[in-house]
């Protein structure tokens, strides 16, 4: 069971910047010119969407 703690604290946004890299580096790592597998396109939508909300998280604007 997942256990959530919801303390109303914002999460520092050193802490987003660095989750912030660490996705695009993950995009950039895996990027090809050749194309993906359909695994590989669902992963890095994933990854696309986390790396979304955390630039909203920021205030962001893409």
Do not use: F, K, N
Not at 7 to 35: C, F, N, V, W
């Amino acid at each position: 069971m997942a256990i959530h703690c919801h303390s109303g604290q914002a999460m520092p946004a050193a802490s987003l910047h660095e989750i912030h890299d660490m996705l695009t580096l993950a995009l950039d790592a895996t990027e090809r010119p050749s194309g993906y597998s359909q695994t590989e396109r669902e992963a890095r939508s994933y990854v696309r969407a986390a790396l979304r909300r955390t630039e909203r998280l920021m205030g962001v604007r893409a």
